[in-house]
């Protein structure tokens, strides 16, 4: 049996071959569905000031040590040994 998120991902893949003159008779019937369903439309998350006095704001060059901490991180990630 195949869990939810698989489901999608088949759906998806369906939906993504429909021909074009097909669309709003898909539409429809997802329409159809939807409305015989309670569901509700979350609200989309602001996150605008999520990372504000967290310290982020005293790096000067913010680009240049994001670049280093990812090169640190490649080079452990090659040297594990498994």
């Given amino acids: 049996m195949q869990t939810t998120a698989l489901q999608k991902i088949e759906l998806m893949k369906k939906i993504s071959i429909i021909p074009q003159e097909r669309f709003r008779e898909v539409k429809s019937f997802i329409d159809f569905v939807l409305g015989q369903s ?20 005293m790096i000067i060059d913010l680009e240049a040590e994001l670049k280093e901490v990812r090169k640190e991180m490649n080079v452990s990630i ?3 040994k498994y």
């Fill in 78 to 80: 090659l040297s594990k």
């Fill in 38 to 57: 309670q569901v509700s439309i979350p609200k989309p998350i602001n996150l605008r000031g999520i990372w504000k006095n967290k310290g982020f704001e």
